[in-house]
């Protein structure tokens, strides 16, 4: 079972993630956590665990390279999708492709939007979408990665991308982490 986590920088998704994932395992579940970036792709500079301090300080790659990089995307979460233990596994995704879609210059994309709309389509959904959500004043106090006009733009593509979801929840991050944490896994036993 796969749920996914997105939000803003600032919404506090790692820190949620991993307060979850030791309440989970604590309880007996099997969780794994991921995060977006492609295995195959990980290079030693960009590092999944790799702090980002500038997303959008990089020139996007070549549209070549930008659309090699969303098929590999697209066939490594077919495998994860295809051979995971459904049944017993929570997985749980810190971001997803669909960031990618709301953000194209923290990934540095440079290939057609059509292209990587397409591939948001045939990417497998997971059970639940989290989203971690606050004010862009709140936002901006914890992490100024971005101007705040971009954490405000940010914010609403995300609240528009979860209401186009099946399946979604909207968790109040701007309370304590202990609460948002709480409500993640609350609203995790309710729902899956």
Not at 89 to 96: A, F, G, K, W
Not at 140 to 155: D, G, H, I, N, Y
Request: glycine content about 4%.
């Amino acid at each position: 079972m796969k749920i996914v986590v997105l939000g803003p920088d600032g919404a506090g998704k790692s820190s949620v993630i991993h307060g979850l994932f030791d309440k989970l395992a604590h309880e007996g579940c099997i969780v794994k956590v991921r995060h977006l970036k492609p295995l195959f792709v990980i290079t030693k500079r960009d590092e999944a665990n790799t702090i980002v301090v500038d997303p959008h300080g990089r020139p996007p790659r070549s549209a070549l390279l930008s659309v090699a990089k969303i098929i590999v995307w697209l066939l490594e979460e077919w495998c994860v999708n295809c051979f995971q233990d459904r049944s017993e596994t929570l997985l749980i995704y810190d971001r997803y492709y669909h960031d990618l879609l709301i953000d194209p210059k923290r990934y540095r994309y440079g290939g057609p939007q059509w292209a990587a709309k397409l591939v948001g389509k045939l990417i497998p959904q997971p059970r639940l979408w989290v989203l971690l959500d606050a004010s862009a004043q709140v936002l901006q106090e914890r992490k100024q990665e971005v101007p705040l006009e971009e954490t405000m733009r940010q914010r609403q593509a995300y609240l528009a991308f979860v209401h186009d979801q099946r399946n979604y929840v909207i968790i109040d991050a701007s309370q304590s982490l202990d609460r948002v944490i709480a409500d993640v896994e609350s609203t995790l036993k309710v729902r899956l």
